[in-house]
């Protein structure tokens, strides 16, 4: 009797463990599980980004003189990439921080928010052409967007910094087997790479500085290790299936159960 019985509930306890190694709690599939507990609007940590090293900047300069404006629009010439998008030439920042300008040689903006460089390239201007404006926005910014995500892939996006629901929002959203509390963030900072953990289903998030990625980021989605009742790749109807099935070999060959 008693033999039977370890055997019977041997069985339940395979069934119990299948059943239970396919769930996960909802808490990993919400975004913002404490909004609830949310009492005001939070602080947002966003700052102007400064040009690094191989940024690629857009810069228009507008004159009431149309030969002036003629000159300085060759970077506004728009080219074809071979995915079929449409891109604007514009100037790249090399790894001392200097963009060669028309007339004025090499100018250093490296360090500096767009205005800034925008207010040192008119200065540099004004021994050449009178009268002008200047403006300097990013072009061709990056964001690597990879793990269980629905695409995969690199995107492009033309403002100085996205958040990282954006982010995660060009690929297309987390998959059903992805982790919204393990995400991980890669990030070029100086000469070293820095790596952060973010739990997108909680929002103090928001006053992180990594809430905001840069461009040349890296988004990481991890998986969740299991899936969740209401994402299985097994159901709960096959398990039962394969449970009721195995019991049935087993009486058919003669063992008690």
Do not use: W
Not at 22 to 28: E, M, T, W, Y
Not at 102 to 115: A, D, E, H, K, R
């Amino acid at each position: 009797m008693l033999k039977n019985f370890t055997v019977t509930q041997g069985y339940l306890f395979i069934l119990v463990l299948l059943i239970s190694s396919s769930c996960v709690p909802v808490s990993k599939l919400k975004y913002f599980n404490d909004i609830d507990q949310v009492r005001g609007p939070e602080i947002n940590p966003r700052t102007q980004k400064l040009i690094m090293p191989f940024d690629k900047l857009y810069i228009k300069v507008i004159s009431t003189n149309p030969q002036t404006n003629e000159i300085f629009s060759t970077n506004e010439e728009v080219r074809i990439s071979a995915l079929g998008g449409e891109s604007i030439l514009g100037y790249l920042v090399d790894e001392s921080g200097n963009i060669n300008f028309p007339f004025v040689g090499n100018i250093n903006v490296g360090g500096l928010t767009t205005s800034q460089a925008a207010a040192k390239i008119q200065k540099a201007l004004s021994d050449y052409v009178a009268n002008i404006a200047v403006t300097v926005k990013y072009v061709d910014n990056q964001v690597t967007v990879i793990g269980e995500v629905e695409r995969q892939g690199v995107y492009n996006f033309s403002q100085d910094k996205i958040n990282i629901y954006q982010a995660i929002g060009l690929g297309g959203g987390i998959t059903r087997y992805g982790d919204r509390t393990n995400v991980v963030l890669t990030r070029n900072v100086g000469e070293k790479i820095v790596h952060y953990r973010l739990n997108l289903s909680d929002t103090k998030i928001t006053t992180k500085e990594y809430y905001y990625i840069y461009p040349n980021d890296v988004v990481i989605v991890e998986p969740m290790k299991a899936v969740s009742s209401s994402y299985q790749n097994i159901t709960y109807s096959t398990v039962l299936t394969s449970v009721t099935t195995l019991i049935a070999v087993l009486l058919f060959i003669g063992v008690k159960l």
